[in-house]
């Protein structure tokens, strides 16, 4: 059965440093996994998806990488803004099911 | 831009009222899933539908039954709500095989009061 976990669960930065988000899960038989922002109060966003076959995309300031040997994702962040200022969900899919991370809550301080 | 629209942002229902939450999706997706959110235990999926009248039980579909009869909306009913079901309703959609991923709605935060 896979399991997806998130840590840590909440991180506070100053305004521009460069941060590392963690995703682990413990079946390599993946489709994709995706990442999300979600805002409070509001639905998920999506921010970058890797397939099975990648190891890496990049959109803007955010990198995500994919090491399915050791059930590890990372969602790097440049150059942090306020704005950033979300929780940050992975998303694993394989066979028939998506299973969610809990999330990490960011917090970036001006 | 492609887009999954839940009808309503925020719904305040009284104990035993039938509700219904519908989503449209407008981008020829076969899959839709309705989710729900709650605090300490994540995104759970209450039911999903891979095509036009077709529906499967997701973690917890106690309580709740779905309806879909054309290809972009997809409904959640909650024949008789309860306090417990208080909650954040999310709506998602993916193409038939997942590769590209899921698209979300916006929620509907829906309290029973």
């Known amino acids: 059965k896979q399991e997806v976990t998130q840590i840590p669960a909440a991180l506070s930065v100053p305004e521009g440093e460069n941060l590392v988000l963690n995703c682990s899960f413990t079946d390599s038989a993946i489709y994709n996994l995706q990442w999300f922002r979600q805002d409070p109060g509001k639905g998920l966003t999506s921010l970058l998806l890797i397939q099975s076959s990648q190891r890496e995309q990049t959109s803007g300031r955010l990198n995500a990488s994919l090491d399915k040997s050791s059930g590890r994702s990372t969602l790097y962040i440049a150059a942090s803004q306020p704005g950033d200022s979300a929780t940050y969900l992975c998303?694993?899919?394989?066979?028939?099911?998506?299973?969610f991370g809990a999330g990490t809550r960011l917090f970036v301080k001006a | 831009d492609v887009k999954v629209t839940q009808s309503s942002r925020y719904l305040v229902k009284r104990t035993g009222e039938k509700v219904f939450l519908e989503c449209v999706q407008d981008m020829d997706h076969e899959n839709m899933f309705w989710y729900r959110q709650d605090p300490g235990l994540g995104l759970r999926l209450i039911y999903f539908?891979?095509?036009?009248?077709?529906?499967e039980k997701g973690d917890i579909p106690e309580g709740y039954s779905v309806s879909r009869e054309k290809k972009e909306r997809f409904s959640l009913i909650l024949e008789s709500a309860s306090t417990n079901q208080t909650s954040m309703y999310l709506c998602a959609s993916t193409m038939r095989q997942a590769n590209y991923g899921y698209t979300f709605g916006s929620g509907t935060r829906l309290t029973v009061v």
């Open positions: 539908s891979y095509d036009v009248k077709m529906k």
């Open positions: 998303a694993v899919t394989g066979g028939f099911k998506t299973i």
